[in-house]
């Protein structure tokens, strides 16, 4: 269709093949792009950007900071954008508590949409060490809730060994942020689903089915926890009796029951511990998507107890009675069945055990044998702090084995200039091995796995990891390359 004058986020969202034609927008402007697409110096990767804004691309590909691109672009400009977005599905049913749900990007891959759930194609998360925020996934069990910052506020109990204590610290975003020293962490978080869809292959589980990407690494800023805890009046001699920390999100269902989780009282008091009532991501203030105002970053642990939208942190003798952290998030043996599951035998899951994967180049892609060669890229991260030390790659199905260079930034690094604190390695490190292509062989099966400073590794194969729910899915990631003649 011909764009008007003025053009809104849906009409742009809905061309985003060369068949409805290929819109992008930048600044103010709408751009018709379908005919440049095949003339790309960058090649199909343009897509990525179809149907929504280019700015998040170019911050990562900054070959784009050029006049002669803008110029190229300005070629194509067919309307004037009109930064809003008009959801008929919405206003036709301002019932729906989804309604008050943020935008998104669209380059998200939606595993679903009520509630969102969402991650970002893999060659995005090699791309930049620091994940952006758009493009990091998200992963809501309820509607994202609107939190008034002004009005809100945080409360903090701590309830004596027989739940006695009364009285609770109350605190407000301002105190938050001006009455406690602001620490910044960057560290990984990891759904426990991530890779379930391998899991799902192997044989089939419940849950939603996550690729490689419900992973992702932020710098997030905010007030310690162990000096809030301290501030409500937390003391070391309540370690007698006090073995959980549990926090309680303001996102609720119909019946009005909210998202909870706990994590052992150690890590939340810890100093090394580094659990963070954060308020900012990446540099910005926390997105809706990602716990606005306030959420919990507790690092090197699975992602569900990283609370978002906090409103209650309660230490207590007992884990959070949440169904997630009661029966949800926990992991099985093969042999266990949706018959004979009983959740009360299993602890909750908190450290992740070690991870990698590929993500570039993607499963099923074409490489041309007039390259000589090809680069591999992937992730790899371990729960507690465990460094990650080495990443094998294998280009032959795991028969023989080549050493992957380790990045934990995206400037060229000095041998140990940035290693963390042993135990404290609470950020991925992303990979890169280039190879040439073997001569023998038309199909590359690529393969990597990571070890930490533990010296623990990923199981090779599935299914004796397999468990019903899909979770801590973590055996060698495996991709096959095609090589054209
Ligand atoms: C390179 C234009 C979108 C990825 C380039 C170059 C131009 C260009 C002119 C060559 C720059 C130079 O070498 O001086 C555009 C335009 C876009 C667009 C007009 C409008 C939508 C994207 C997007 C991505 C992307 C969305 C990624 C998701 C790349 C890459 C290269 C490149 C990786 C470098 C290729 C190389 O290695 O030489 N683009 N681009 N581009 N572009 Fe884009
Ligand atoms: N906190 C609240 N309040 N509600 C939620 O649904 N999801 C949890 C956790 N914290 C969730 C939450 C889960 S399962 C994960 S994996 C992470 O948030 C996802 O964080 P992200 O959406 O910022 O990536």
Same mark, same amino acid.
């Given at each position: 269709?011909?764009?008007?004058?003025? %053009? /809104?986020?849906?009409?742009?969202?809905?061309?985003?093949?060369?068949?409805?034609?290929?819109?992008?927008?930048?600044?103010?402007?709408?751009?018709?792009?379908?005919?440049?697409?095949?003339?790309?110096?960058?090649? #199909?990767?343009?897509?990525?950007?179809?149907?929504?804004?280019?700015?998040?691309?170019?911050?990562?590909?900054?070959?784009?900071?050029?006049?002669?691109?803008? &110029?190229?672009?300005?070629?194509?400009?067919?309307?004037?954008?009109?930064?809003?977005?008009?959801?008929?599905?919405?206003?036709?049913?301002?019932?729906?508590?989804?309604?008050?749900?943020?935008?998104?990007?669209?380059?998200?891959?939606?595993?679903?949409?009520?509630?969102?759930?969402?991650?970002?194609?893999?060659? $995005?998360?090699?791309?930049?060490?620091?994940?952006?925020?758009?493009?990091?996934?998200?992963?809501?069990?309820?509607?994202?809730?609107?939190?008034?910052?002004?009005?809100? @506020?945080? %409360?903090?109990?701590?309830?004596?060994?027989?739940?006695?204590?009364?009285?609770?610290?109350?605190?407000?975003?301002?105190?938050?942020?001006?009455?406690?020293?602001?620490?910044?962490?960057?560290? %990984? $978080?990891?759904?426990?689903?991530?890779?379930?869809?391998?899991?799902?292959?192997?044989?089939?589980?419940? *849950?939603?089915?996550?690729?490689?990407?419900?992973?992702?690494? /932020?710098?997030?800023?905010?007030?310690?926890?162990?000096?809030?805890?301290?501030?409500? *009046?937390?003391?070391? #001699?309540?370690?007698?009796?006090?073995?959980?920390?549990?926090?309680?999100?303001?996102?609720?269902?119909?019946?009005?029951? %909210?998202?909870?989780?706990?994590?052992?009282?150690?890590?939340?008091?810890?100093?090394?511990?580094?659990?963070?009532?954060?308020?900012?991501?990446?540099?910005?203030?926390?997105?809706?998507?990602?716990?606005?105002?306030?959420?919990?970053?507790?690092?090197?642990?699975?992602?569900?107890?990283?609370?978002?939208?906090?409103?209650?942190?309660?230490?207590?003798?007992? &884990?959070?009675?949440?169904?997630?952290?009661?029966?949800?998030?926990? *992991?099985?043996?093969?042999?266990?069945?949706?018959?004979?599951?009983?959740? @009360?035998?299993?602890?909750?899951?908190? &450290?992740?055990? $070690?991870?990698?994967?590929?993500?570039?180049?993607?499963? *099923?892609?074409?490489? #041309?044998?007039?390259?000589?060669?090809?680069?591999?890229?992937?992730?790899?991260?371990?729960?507690?702090?465990?460094?990650?030390?080495?990443?094998?790659?294998?280009?032959?199905? /795991?028969?023989?084995?080549?050493?992957?260079?380790?990045?934990?930034?995206?400037?060229?690094?000095?041998?140990?200039?940035?290693?963390?604190?042993?135990?404290?390695?609470?950020?991925? @490190?992303?990979?890169?091995?280039?190879?040439?292509?073997?001569?023998?062989?038309?199909?590359?099966?690529?393969?990597?796995?990571?070890?930490?400073?533990?010296?623990?590794?990923?199981? #090779?194969? $599935?299914?004796?990891?397999?468990?019903?729910?899909?979770?801590?899915?973590?055996?060698?990631?495996?991709? @096959?390359?095609?090589?054209?003649?």
């Amino acid at each position: 269709s011909a764009p008007s004058t003025l %053009t /809104g986020k849906d009409e742009v969202s809905r061309h985003r093949t060369l068949q409805d034609g290929v819109w992008v927008t930048f600044k103010g402007g709408v751009y018709d792009i379908t005919e440049f697409v095949a003339m790309h110096p960058g090649g #199909d990767k343009i897509m990525l950007a179809a149907g929504g804004a280019v700015e998040p691309f170019w911050a990562l590909y900054a070959v784009h900071n050029q006049d002669h691109v803008l &110029e190229i672009l300005s070629e194509y400009k067919v309307s004037v954008y009109l930064n809003i977005s008009f959801d008929y599905a919405r206003s036709l049913n301002p019932s729906d508590p989804f309604s008050s749900d943020p935008e998104r990007h669209p380059v998200l891959r939606i595993n679903n949409l009520k509630p969102f759930n969402a991650e970002p194609p893999p060659e $995005i998360l090699s791309e930049s060490y620091i994940t952006p925020n758009v493009f990091f996934f998200k992963r809501n069990h309820l509607p994202v809730p609107r939190i008034d910052p002004e009005s809100y @506020k945080l %409360t903090v109990e701590i309830q004596g060994p027989n739940r006695e204590r009364g009285g609770a610290l109350s605190l407000s975003l301002d105190d938050l942020k001006n009455k406690f020293p602001k620490h910044t962490v960057t560290a %990984t $978080i990891q759904c426990a689903g991530n890779r379930r869809s391998d899991m799902h292959k192997a044989k089939q589980v419940k *849950g939603l089915n996550w690729g490689i990407g419900a992973i992702g690494n /932020g710098t997030w800023s905010g007030a310690k926890l162990r000096d809030v805890l301290l501030a409500a *009046g937390y003391s070391p #001699d309540d370690a007698n009796w006090a073995r959980h920390v549990q926090f309680e999100g303001l996102d609720q269902d119909v019946a009005g029951t %909210t998202y909870g989780a706990s994590i052992p009282l150690r890590k939340a008091i810890s100093e090394d511990g580094d659990c963070l009532l954060a308020y900012e991501m990446n540099g910005e203030e926390l997105p809706l998507d990602h716990g606005f105002p306030i959420r919990v970053i507790v690092p090197g642990t699975v992602g569900a107890r990283n609370v978002k939208w906090l409103g209650k942190i309660i230490v207590s003798d007992v &884990e959070s009675s949440s169904h997630w952290q009661q029966n949800d998030y926990k *992991g099985f043996s093969p042999s266990t069945d949706w018959d004979t599951v009983d959740y @009360k035998t299993a602890p909750a899951i908190q &450290e992740l055990p $070690i991870q990698s994967a590929i993500t570039v180049p993607a499963d *099923g892609a074409i490489v #041309d044998r007039s390259d000589e060669e090809v680069t591999l890229k992937g992730y790899a991260w371990s729960g507690g702090g465990r460094e990650v030390v080495r990443v094998d790659v294998s280009i032959d199905g /795991g028969k023989t084995w080549k050493i992957a260079q380790l990045k934990s930034s995206d400037k060229e690094q000095t041998a140990g200039a940035m290693a963390p604190p042993p135990g404290q390695a609470w950020a991925w @490190k992303l990979w890169e091995l280039t190879v040439p292509l073997p001569a023998d062989t038309e199909e590359m099966e690529v393969v990597c796995k990571a070890v930490d400073s533990s010296y623990n590794m990923q199981p #090779d194969s $599935i299914l004796p990891i397999w468990n019903l729910r899909g979770v801590l899915s973590n055996a060698w990631h495996r991709v @096959k390359v095609k090589i054209q003649e």
